[in-house]
């Protein structure tokens, strides 16, 4: 006997777990063995719900006396029975389920495009080989020793055990939840990510110089608090089917939360040092500065007051 309807069973999200066909009316739904839809549920009655044709691929539900009742989603307002659609949701116990005609008229299928850079296996090489590259030339660049050669190495080590550990979390997570774990893609998203973070480092470190302005180094703090939160961002889209706008939500709290974290960590760090003198690690060259600053003859003139100073001071406390 050909289906007369299908009830679906839904996820959090919508997507469909699992789909009984309706092989008579009126059909019931419950826990019990004696009903046209099982569901395992322990907050769904034995004979929970009836589903009746109404018209115009609608259909009639209605409550068999249960203690939980039932609702129509996103409401949670206890409802004794309504006419539903196909698309209409119905939440029964912990269960949500969706009653659909077999004539119903799915939307055409899509066309398979081959996978996007970002989660092909190479595009996660290529990012992980460039930040191992930077990592590197940035640890040349800032280590003042050039004896030990192995010395270079340890912080590659490091960002490697850092960032696989990283790309593990988060694809174990995608292949508990969805059944995938996109670990090419994590890689790309962690690697690409830390790219810009290291970029934005860059640039702000080089503006605030340019301009003899300080106070820019902050404003690459903030781009990679931004770039940060936009990586987890991708991390969750990778793993959840959740609304883009919660999952922004989720991925904003926990950046701004982690760069809290870190900027107390790094005040608690620099409060034994204050009132020394702060400095670049980098020597730039004098062509990235923009900064016309002061002349020869101004600047040693004020050494001259300050060292005149500094002797009328020392005399002083003779």
């Given at each position: 006997m ?11 999200h919508?997507?469909v ?6 092989a ?5 739904v419950?826990?019990?063995y ?9 907050y769904v009655a ?5 589903i ?8 009639t539900?209605?409550?068999l006396?249960s ?11 206890r ?22 005609p077999?004539?119903y008229?799915v939307?055409?299928?899509l ?8 989660r ?9 080989a ?14 003042l020793g050039?004896?030990?050669k ?5 912080p590659a ?9 990283w ?9 508990a939840?969805?059944?995938r ?16 973070i ?23 703090f ?21 609304r883009?706008?919660?999952l922004a939500?989720?991925?904003?709290v926990t950046?701004?939360?982690i760069a809290?974290a ?6 608690a ?27 020869t003859t ?7 007051k ?13």
């Amino acid at each position: 006997m050909e289906p007369l309807a299908f009830v679906e069973v839904l996820g959090r999200h919508n997507e469909v777990l699992a789909r009984h066909p309706v092989a008579r009316w009126p059909a019931h739904v419950g826990r019990g063995y004696d009903g046209d839809v099982i569901l395992d549920d322990p907050y769904v009655a034995p004979r929970h719900l009836r589903i009746e044709p109404f018209a115009d691929g609608r259909f009639t539900v209605t409550d068999l006396q249960s203690a939980n009742g039932l609702s129509l989603a996103p409401s949670r307002a206890r409802l004794t029975g309504a006419q539903v659609g196909p698309e209409d949701v119905v939440r029964i116990g912990q269960t949500r389920i969706r009653v659909r005609p077999a004539s119903y008229s799915v939307p055409p299928e899509l066309v398979l495009r081959a996978p996007s850079a970002h989660r092909r296996p190479l595009g996660f090489v290529a990012s992980a080989a460039i930040l191992l590259a930077l990592v590197i030339w940035n640890t040349w660049v800032t280590t003042l020793g050039r004896d030990d050669k192995f010395q270079f190495v340890y912080p590659a080590i490091g960002v490697l055990v850092a960032v696989g550990a990283w790309i593990a979390v988060w694809a174990l997570v995608g292949r508990a939840v969805g059944g995938r774990d996109n670990f090419a893609a994590h890689g790309f998203v962690a690697c690409a990510g830390l790219l810009a973070i290291f970029a934005a480092d860059v640039v702000a470190d080089y503006l605030s110089f340019a301009v003899d302005a300080s106070w820019l180094e902050y404003g690459g703090f903030v781009a990679a608090v931004v770039v940060f939160a936009y990586m987890i961002y991708r991390h969750l889209r990778l793993n959840s089917r959740a609304r883009p706008r919660s999952l922004a939500v989720i991925s904003a709290v926990t950046s701004l939360a982690i760069a809290g974290a870190f900027a107390g960590m790094q005040l608690a760090s620099e409060s034994p040092r204050e009132g020394r003198m702060r400095y670049a690690q980098t020597i730039k060259a004098p062509v990235f500065l923009w900064a016309s600053g002061d002349a020869t003859t101004a600047f040693l003139a004020s050494a001259d007051k300050l060292k005149d100073k500094a002797d009328a001071l020392s005399r002083a406390e003779r």
